[in-house]
């Protein structure tokens, strides 16, 4: 299948790679823009010099391609996925890698080590009140810095081409400027962009575990799923 995911616009990954281990080819089309707030990042930098965290979370791939190379120092730090990570480790910064591909197996991740701990987590300015009330709730304290915004890019998603569409957050859905056609198949990424969705009257035929490679591997259960019952 062709695949339209959507990326920032002008941070597009290794995504057709990816779709073509798993016999799929995709395009990047762009409901947001990223926004670098350059102050944020720079005070974020200083305070990891000072030694005023005793971990860093980056949930996201952005926020470490834009503050690994800035990092003269830096304490435990764990990366949501394995892009993360990767971008991390290009600038020789240890990390651990969740298990999953949301935050909200953070906490759980660290259990009672998090008691008393600073936790730096650099991300995009969209609140996340679940996040920091889980990392309270048992025991941390939580130093967020909103480094990036993210905008509507406001146009139409060009999806002429496309057999389906992979919304890879809830915001890129909800700012999305696009119209469903008839036979486009409608994939989330995961669970809580599959919840916006259907809030919204848009049930997904595909939902993945939050990663790119696990949409993949969802898309292609449901295909065969649909072949033996055509067949």
Same mark, same amino acid.
């Given at each position: 299948m062709k695949i339209a995911v959507t990326r920032l616009l002008g941070k597009e990954k290794n995504d057709a790679e *990816?779709?073509? %281990? =798993?016999g799929h080819t995709c395009y990047s089309v762009h409901p947001l823009r990223s926004k670098i707030k350059?102050?944020? !990042?720079?005070?974020?930098?200083?305070?990891?010099? *000072?030694?005023?965290?005793?971990? %860093? =979370? =980056?949930?996201? $791939?952005? &926020?470490a391609k834009i503050i690994a190379p800035l990092l003269n120092r830096f &304490? *435990?730090?764990i990366a949501i996925g394995p892009q993360t990570a990767k971008e991390l480790r290009q600038y020789e910064i240890d990390c651990e890698t969740l298990t999953s591909f949301y935050s909200r197996d953070f906490v759980p991740y660290l259990g009672d080590w998090i008691k008393g701990k600073h936790i730096g987590i650099p991300r995009?300015?969209? &609140?996340?009140? $679940?996040? !920091?009330?889980? !990392?309270?709730? $048992?025991?941390? !304290? &939580?130093h967020e810095f909103r480094c990036y915004g993210l905008e509507p890019t406001g146009e139409s998603l060009n999806l002429d081409s496309a057999d389906a569409i992979l919304f890879t957050s809830a915001m890129s859905f909800t700012k999305a400027v696009w119209t469903r056609q008839p036979d486009l198949l409608v994939m989330a990424i995961g669970d809580i962009t599959s919840a916006v969705m259907r809030a919204a009257g848009v049930n997904p035929a595909v939902v993945g575990d939050g990663s790119l490679e696990g949409s993949m591997m969802a898309l292609n259960d449901y295909l065969t799923r649909q072949r033996r019952y055509i067949g």
């Open positions: *990816r779709c073509a %281990l =798993f350059k102050s944020e !990042i720079t005070c974020f930098v200083e305070a990891v010099d *000072r030694s005023e965290f005793d971990c %860093l =979370f =980056f949930t996201s $791939a952005l &926020p &304490p *435990r730090v995009a300015d969209v &609140p996340n009140p $679940a996040l !920091i009330d889980a !990392i309270t709730g $048992a025991g941390g !304290i &939580p």
